[in-house]
């Protein structure tokens, strides 16, 4: 049962990391950070609605990668499969 969770909080890190590079690949055609450090000010007038929030570019690709990392490092509130 630990197994499954342990596969299913994998996954949801993989496609929270996915979603985070597919929008800065999007946008910038690139994965080089200096280029990406450079124009970072892109991101800022892109505006999403996600789940009932408003939130611009770079804050969704933040939270993204927060939660990836969250998820393949089993920290709080997915921590399920450790217990």
């Not at 993989?14 to 080089?32: E, R």
């Not at 505006?47 to 998820?71: G, H, Q, T, Y």
């Amino acid at each position: 049962d630990s197994a499954f969770k342990a596969l299913l909080f994998n996954r949801i890190g993989d496609l929270g990391l996915f979603l985070a590079m597919f929008l800065v690949y999007f946008y910038l055609k690139t994965f080089d950070f200096l280029i990406i450090f450079d124009n970072v000010a892109i991101f800022q007038g892109i505006r999403f609605d996600f789940i009932l929030f408003e939130l611009n570019c770079l804050d969704l690709i933040c939270i993204l990668l927060v939660l990836a990392a969250m998820a393949k490092s089993a920290q709080i509130f997915l921590n399920g499969w450790l217990m």
